[in-house]
């Protein structure tokens, strides 16, 4: 009943239309059976006749109340043991805070109508929908706000109440569709066709939903006025079909995302460690090739070596040197991503490590420097003070290369820290441009003086200008990917239009202004936004929010919304999300994980890296895996 106060439950409806008294009996007589089914106990015929004896009533109590009313007369023949049955059921619900007025268990007994419809809408407000204390407030206003925003995007709908807003069964259909539109095709419907619309409802809800159908196509579309408790009792159904329904999704989505994620990190490492071991393997081929060279003692010999070295370095050299700037910075972005999503370090298989990388790299520079000079020695003609000079400036400029790409290489910490280094990297790969036009100068001293070659370097100013150009790319494409990272560590994923909808919903149920919640407010926000807590589960999570004061604040509100709406990666989250799939067992099967609608490739991965279960042939052990993943 949307907005003010809630009118008496147990007051009696007009005398002028008794059609409301037929349906409630029926619709609630159906819900009770289907609570009784859930524990395979017999349908009643009507309620208003048979909680006469107290035993029927006291059996639904016990399902819904989940605890025990203690010994009764199961088999009651004398009144005085049916009062005294009914008198220990109304007690129960009295001790629950339900206020019961006007009803006494003589009134059970005798099958008044009126009375037992009211106890049992009480019943019902209490156990299903969820709301109802001592101001009066409740969680219908919520249920209907709810209803809202699910068929806010269907024009023909516009659910104002529980009652002519239902009578053409579109709105029903609407909530189907926007939940799971694979079930029923919304645009396709004749909006005209009231009982089609709403026989179609109700069959998909039951068939593919499970919910039980409390009400016949008559009640909704063939009377002046619906009953507005049944329709409720009925709509609320619906609601709590697809909160369950959401967290399943949630879980599989975020379940998915780790598992892409992981399946993208081993990609990137595999694919590191080959391209290691092609690289090492490689330059030690080359190696071996200047090993056995042998040099004849005549300048056309040895200019044939030179021409063979020059185009080595003007092609192999720097395809290898944009390699090793490509791995480092690969193996840099691998850390990062993994520091991310709180994984451990990776390390690469022993002869794949950046520190055995860095050796066979200084290796094949010490073999090109031995290269150079055997064949220096045949041709050189100039002047050595000169070529001392180059050669410090030009392996000045690569030691400051080297030094910048180690450093990148063995980048690590936090995505803080790391992005300090990488700018401080380029702060002192800046000052190499003045370097290389003193360098370029010596070049054109040595061309004067007819010094083609080197001895003390074996580094071009051209070779210095491209590594110094791919360096400098290097670190402006790691700080631009360190700064996504940030982004994507520190960004919500919720959607602006999401955070509207929680402020929204705040401002709905802070009636008076004050811009703080009670519980009973914060309750009912919850449960409009789609968000259902046990007591238990509740009262725990407002004494933590509200830190033992009266209300919550909006800004504690906000910030609870958003972390329990967004997805993240953490250890915790991921347990949770394995725990809903597998429905809290210790153990997920196969089935579990396509069920909750994870992608054909996510199962795949997730089947072949988890251990298999001690406690079930099929079934996974998540709880090693995840201590596996995360060293915990």
């Not at 407030?137 to 919520?142: E, K, Q, T, Y």
């Not at 802070?510 to 407010?521: K, P, T, Y």
């Amino acid at each position: 009943m949307p907005g003010g106060q809630m009118r008496n439950s147990l007051g009696p409806k007009p005398a002028a239309d008794k059609s409301w008294e037929s349906v409630q009996s029926k619709t609630f007589t159906k819900w009770v059976n289907a609570r009784l089914a859930e524990h395979s106990l017999p349908p009643l015929n009507n309620i208003c006749s048979d909680f006469s004896d107290g035993t029927a009533l006291i059996h639904l109590l016990q399902i819904i109340g989940d605890s025990s009313l203690g010994r009764y007369n199961r088999s009651p023949r004398m009144r005085i043991q049916k009062v005294e049955n009914v008198n220990l059921a109304l007690d129960f619900i009295r001790s629950r805070n339900i206020n019961l007025t006007n009803i006494g268990a003589e009134d059970i007994v005798d099958a008044n109508h009126k009375l037992i419809l009211g106890m049992i809408w009480i019943i019902i407000l209490r156990f299903t929908i969820e709301d109802i204390n001592e101001e009066g407030l409740s969680a219908m206003d919520g249920l209907l706000l709810w209803c809202q925003r699910k068929t806010a995007p269907y024009k023909e709908v516009d659910v104002k109440n529980f009652s002519h807003s239902w009578q053409d069964g579109l709105a029903f259909c609407a909530l189907i569709h926007h939940h799971r539109p694979d079930l029923l095709d919304y645009h396709a419907l004749d909006k005209r066709d009231f009982r089609g619309n709403t026989a179609l409802a109700f069959e998909v809800a039951e068939r593919y939903l499970g919910i039980p159908q409390l009400l016949d196509v008559e009640d909704v579309c063939d009377t002046a006025k619906p009953d507005e408790r049944s329709v409720m009792t009925y709509v609320a159904q619906y609601f709590h079909a697809f909160s369950s329904l959401s967290r399943a999704e949630t879980a599989g989505r975020r379940l998915g995302k780790f598992a892409d994620m992981m399946q993208s990190v081993f990609d990137m490492q595999h694919d590191y460690e080959a391209r290691v071991a092609r690289l090492i393997s490689q330059v030690k081929d080359q190696q071996s090739h200047w090993q056995v060279a042998k040099f004849e003692p005549v300048y056309a010999s040895a200019r044939a070596h030179s021409t063979e070295f020059n185009g080595y370095k003007a092609t192999t050299k720097r395809e290898w040197t944009h390699e090793k700037i490509e791995l480092d910075t690969l193996l840099g972005n691998i850390q990062t991503k993994r520091v991310t999503y709180n994984l451990v370090p990776f390390v690469p298989r022993a002869g794949l490590t950046p520190k055995e990388l860095e050796a066979a790299w200084n290796e094949l520079a010490a073999s090109e420097v031995k290269h150079r000079k055997a064949i220096n020695q045949y041709i050189r003609e100039s002047r050595d003070l000169l070529q001392r000079r180059y050669g410090s400036e030009a392996n000045g400029i690569q030691a400051v290369l080297n030094s910048i790409s180690n450093s990148l290489a063995t980048l690590h910490g936090e995505l803080d820290d790391q992005l300090a280094t990488v700018n401080g990297l380029i702060s002192k790969a800046r000052p190499l441009g003045a370097a290389l036009r003193r360098l370029g100068d010596l070049e054109k001293q040595c061309a004067e003086a007819n010094i083609d070659e080197h001895d003390y370097t074996v580094y071009s100013v051209s070779d210095l200008e491209y590594d110094t150009e791919m360096m400098m790319k290097a670190l402006d494409k790691k700080a631009r990917f360190i700064e996504n990272q940030s982004a994507v560590r520190n960004m919500t994923n919720l959607t602006p239009a999401q955070l509207e909808e929680f402020e929204t919903t705040f401002r709905y149920f802070d009636r008076d202004g004050s811009n703080v919640l009670n519980d009973a407010e914060f309750r009912a926000a919850l449960d409009s936004l789609g968000h259902s807590f046990t007591d238990e589960e509740f009262g725990a999570l407002y004494d933590q929010l509200s830190c033992g004061s009266e209300y919550i604040s909006f800004e504690v509100y906000i910030r609870f919304m958003v972390e329990l709406t967004e997805d993240q990666t953490t250890p915790e989250q991921l347990l949770q999300s394995f725990r809903v799939i597998a429905a809290d067992k210790e153990y997920v099967t196969q089935e579990d994980l396509r069920l909750s609608e994870l992608s054909p490739p996510s199962i795949a991965y997730l089947i072949r890296v988890m251990p298999k279960s001690e406690l079930a042939d099929a079934g996974y052990d998540y709880l090693a895996y995840l201590r596996d993943v995360f060293h915990r």
